[in-house]
T-cell receptor, first 116, second 116 residues
Framework: AQTVTQSQPEMSVQEAETVTLSCTYDTSESNYYLFWYKQPPSRQMILVIRQEAYKQQNATENRFSVNFQKAAKSFSLKISDSQLGDTAMYFCAFMKHSGGYQKVTFGIGTKLQVIP | EAQVTQNPRYLITVTGKKLTVTCSQN?????MSWYRQDPGLGLRQIYYSMNVEVTDKGDVPEGYKVSRKEKRNFPLILESPSPNQTSLYFCASSSRTSGPQSDTQYFGPGTRLTVL
């Protein structure tokens, strides 16, 4: 079974600064996806970024980028130029991608507070 | 507008009274999933479906049933709800077709269930 660990329950960052959220996972699979989702106070789950395990290049989406270290099973999220609207819970997720399976495992989340 | 809808959004019920939470998507996605979110535990997968009439258990299936009779709908059934099923429930859908959004899950707005 896969496990996903987010070791930072809460973090804070000054507006316009950079923050990195950590995520590690454990799996014996070679083919999988990794995701970061944002959950603001509205409770809506919003996709931040997606990474395919077979791709060496780290995914980026505007101010959001990841540091994907496959051998180390690490998938950290970097938020640059933090904005007040980035205040939210952030969840790391692992998706097994083989055959017909779509087993998904989430971490317990990191609560990020952006301070004005 | 591409979306996943859930109904009801809020539900208060009593122990043992059967209930159904509906989920519908308009994106022609093959895959659909149900999750529950509890404080300190992140999201946990209950069931998922690979297509019509094909479902499989996630990590926490006990006490839940699902069915997939139509591609767009994936209801979650609690035959005899108990207080430990009080939670925030999310439905999600994704497509297996190739492309940059392959296997990316899109979430519904959530259903807050309270079982007294």
């Amino acid at each position: 079974a896969q496990t996903v660990t987010q070791s930072q329950p809460e973090m804070s960052v000054q507006e316009a600064e950079t923050v990195t959220l950590s995520c590690t996972y454990d799996t014996s699979e070679s083919n999988y996806y990794l995701f970061w989702y944002k959950q603001p106070p509205s409770r809506q789950m919003i996709l931040v970024i997606r990474q395919e395990a077979y791709k060496q290049q780290n995914a980026t989406e505007n101010r959001f980028s990841v540091n994907f270290q496959k051998a180390a099973k690490s998938f950290s999220l970097k938020i640059s130029d933090s904005q007040l609207g980035d205040t939210a819970m952030y969840f790391c997720a692992f998706m097994k991608h083989s055959g017909g399976y779509q087993k998904v495992t989430f971490g317990i989340g990191t609560k990020l507070q952006v301070i004005p | 507008e591409a979306q996943v809808t859930q109904n009801p959004r809020y539900l208060i019920t009593v122990t043992g009274k059967k209930l159904t939470v509906t989920c519908s998507q308009n994106m022609n996605h093959e895959y659909m999933s149900w999750y529950r979110q509890d404080p300190g535990l992140g999201l946990r997968q209950i069931y998922y479906s690979m297509n019509v009439e094909v479902t499989d258990k996630g990590d926490v299936p006990e006490g839940y049933k699902v069915s997939r009779k139509e591609k767009r709908n994936f209801p979650l059934i609690l035959e005899s709800p108990s207080p430990n099923q009080t939670s925030l429930y999310f439905c999600a859908s994704s497509s297996r077709t190739s492309g940059p959004q392959s296997d990316t899950q899109y979430f519904g707005p959530g259903t807050r269930l309270t079982v007294l």
